[in-house]
């Protein structure tokens, strides 16, 4: 991973970058002078996390669940800048909510379609990618999640998925060594973004004893601002694991 290059030269592909957390990283990607693909299955909020840019930025329309999309993103990256010095797997979803005698198995599909084969096919395609880049390689970061160190009541589907993403992770890590490939996880807890409305989080998460707790939440750009310095990293040091929390987050002692 050539992180000694100018910044303009440097590549990134962000999943899920038309909101929420793979927005903010992508623009402040891209803010920094970085080459960046904006991947996600909504052309619109894509254009609209572009904007401002130029043609450092390059909004891609993509289901990564999709392989032949998948392939896609990459060939058209490849093409137009010639390497992918950094993915950042971000695209998720939060899934069915219940217990697991009540989850509907197609809901449970559904999550592990994006949270996991979704996740998967990235970094395979990116894996590629980089290997043939060697000995420059590159570095792959997945988005897990508090979640993935303790789950929240009822959302077995996201929890299952986001421990399986730390799996993903050491693995990447390893079978990357020979061909200088790194790869980190980011476990984001309570950021202000859409799936914390959707948790209840402002008005009342929530909590294992079965109350509702108004839990606090941290600006989004302090999460990409994790992201960028993971990703901006020389070769020679990478960051395995980093865990951000809102302060205050009912993560440690939680149960």
């Not at 990459?74 to 093409?79: K, R």
């Not at 599909?109 to 590629?128: E, K, M, P, W, Y």
């Amino acid at each position: 991973m050539n992180m000694a290059a100018p910044a303009a030269q440097r590549v990134a592909i962000v999943t899920g970058a038309g909101t929420g957390i793979g927005r903010a990283v992508a623009r402040r990607l891209l803010a920094e002078g970085w080459n960046v693909a904006l991947a996600g299955r909504r052309a619109e909020p894509l254009a609209a996390a572009a904007e401002g840019f130029g043609d450092r930025a390059f909004a891609v329309a993509a289901d990564v669940t999709a392989r032949d999309d998948v392939e896609r993103l990459f060939s058209e990256v490849a093409g137009r800048w010639g390497r992918v010095d950094v993915l950042f797997n971000n695209a998720g979803m939060f899934g069915p909510s219940g217990e697991i005698g009540e989850i509907d198995p197609a809901g449970w599909d559904a999550t592990v379609a994006v949270n996991l084969t979704g996740s998967f096919l990235c970094a395979a395609a990116a894996f590629r990618a980089m290997k043939a880049q060697t000995p420059q390689g590159g570095r792959i970061i997945n988005n897990g999640s508090i979640s993935a160190h303790s789950p929240r009541p009822k959302s077995v589907a996201y929890t299952a998925t986001k421990h399986a993403i730390t799996g993903l992770t050491k693995s990447i890590e390893l079978d990357g060594r020979p061909y200088g490939i790194t790869c980190g996880q980011i476990d984001i807890g309570n950021t202000q973004t859409e799936i914390m409305s959707t948790l209840g989080v402002g008005e009342g998460a929530l909590q294992a004893d079965g109350s509702r707790r108004v839990e606090p939440t941290f600006p989004v750009e302090e999460a990409a601002n994790a992201v960028f310095l993971m990703a901006s990293l020389p070769p020679s040091a990478t960051v395995g694991s980093l865990l951000i929390t809102a302060a205050g987050m009912p993560f440690v002692g939680r149960g």
